[in-house]
């Protein structure tokens, strides 16, 4: 397993000292627990960034039509 050093700022690294009193997890697990979140949640965001981007384009050239929210809550009775 590779290590990595990390700065904290003082306020962080006291509620990462309190989560460790709490939890009785380990500074390393919690912040690689922090780190392996934080990468699944950009991954996700940048996937649907790609995905809006497509349909932007899909929109722009014509191939998808968009509705006004007025006609649309019309059309379902909202």
């Known amino acids: 397993m590779a290590s990595l050093s990390v700065s904290l700022k003082p306020t962080i690294l006291v509620e990462l000292d309190e989560a460790v009193k709490i939890t009785g997890i380990s500074r390393s697990r919690i912040a690689e627990n922090a780190i392996a979140e934080y990468l699944a949640e950009l991954k996700e965001d940048m996937e649907d960034a790609s995905e809006a981007e ?23 009775g909202i």
């Open 54 to 76: 497509k349909i932007l384009a899909q929109i722009k050239s014509g191939k998808m039509k968009t509705y006004p929210a007025d006609e649309v809550y019309k059309e379902l």
